[in-house]
Antibody, heavy 123, light 107 residues
Framework: EVQLVDSGGGLVQPGGSLTLSCAAS????????IHWVRQAPGKGLEWVARIRSKPRNYATDYAASVTGRFTIFRDDSKNTAGLQMNSLKTEDTAVYYCTRTMSSTAFNWFDPWGPGTLVTVSS | DIQMTQSPSSLSASVGDRVTVTCRASRRINNYLNWYQQKPGRAPKLLIYAASTLPSDVPSRFSGSGSGADFTLTITSLQPEDSATYYCQQSISAPLTFGQGTNVEIK
């Protein structure tokens, strides 16, 4: 079964740091573009970041709201990816989902999705 | 950034009804438009990609249409298990953006 499992969420104080993990099974992450998408409580979906595959030099892109504070990374040898979050703000409180798009298709879509991991930023 | 606007924000319909949700992009995105279904407490699930293509596990009562900047999600005969929030998403350029969601409730 093709699936992603995200983990690492928790309670952190404003200004703190947290690292989320994303593990793939049933497929190789190396062919995929990895994304993080978040959802604040009771709100809609917000794309956060992506990291492309090796042929695209692992290029990264970020939402303006997290640029300079979050870093997306991947380790294809371990079939994992992650999101390092620094200088966390209360508005970063959300469920964070790991998902992917394929590198090889003209059109792309998010599938599958991890179950989500909750990050709560509060004092 | 490309803004995605969905309408309505919510709707209530009966089992068997035909339901339509619209999604408008702030500029032309050709067919780079996906739809997702999300149930409470669950991750989103891909419903339609490239504006009109259904994944193999999605029931045929769901359909997508449109191109350019205006798109439609249609459920031809609403079922109880279709109670969910539906999101459109553009995939033509970063930042990848979603519509605000449409909550579909069963009367």
């Amino acid at each position: 079964e093709v699936q992603l499992v995200d983990s690492g969420g928790g309670l952190v104080q404003p200004g703190g740091s947290l690292t989320l993990s994303c593990a793939a099974s049933g497929f190789s992450l190396s062919d995929s573009v990895i994304h993080w998408v978040r959802q604040a409580p009771g709100k809609g979906l917000e794309w956060v970041a992506r990291i492309r595959s090796k042929p695209r030099n692992y290029a990264t892109d970020y939402a303006a709201s997290v640029t300079g504070r979050f870093t997306i990374f991947r380790d294809d040898s371990k079939n994992t990816a992650g999101l390092q979050m620094n200088s966390l703000k209360t508005e970063d409180t959300a469920v964070y989902y790991c998902t992917r798009t394929m590198s090889s298709t003209a059109f792309n879509w998010f599938d599958p999705w991890g179950p989500g991991t909750l990050v709560t930023v509060s004092s | 950034d490309i803004q995605m606007t969905q309408s309505p924000s919510s709707l209530s319909a009966s089992v068997g009804d035909r339901v339509t949700v619209t999604c408008r992009a702030s500029r032309r995105i050709n067919n780079y438009l996906n739809w997702y279904q999300q149930k409470p407490g669950r991750a989103p699930k891909l419903l339609i990609y490239a504006a009109s293509t259904l994944p193999s596990d999605v029931p045929s009562r769901f359909s997508g249409s449109g191109s350019g900047a205006d798109f439609t999600l249609t459920i031809t005969s609403l079922q109880p298990e279709d109670s969910a929030t539906y999101y459109c998403q553009q995939s033509i350029s970063a930042p990848l953006t979603f519509g605000q969601g449409t909550n579909v409730e069963i009367k």
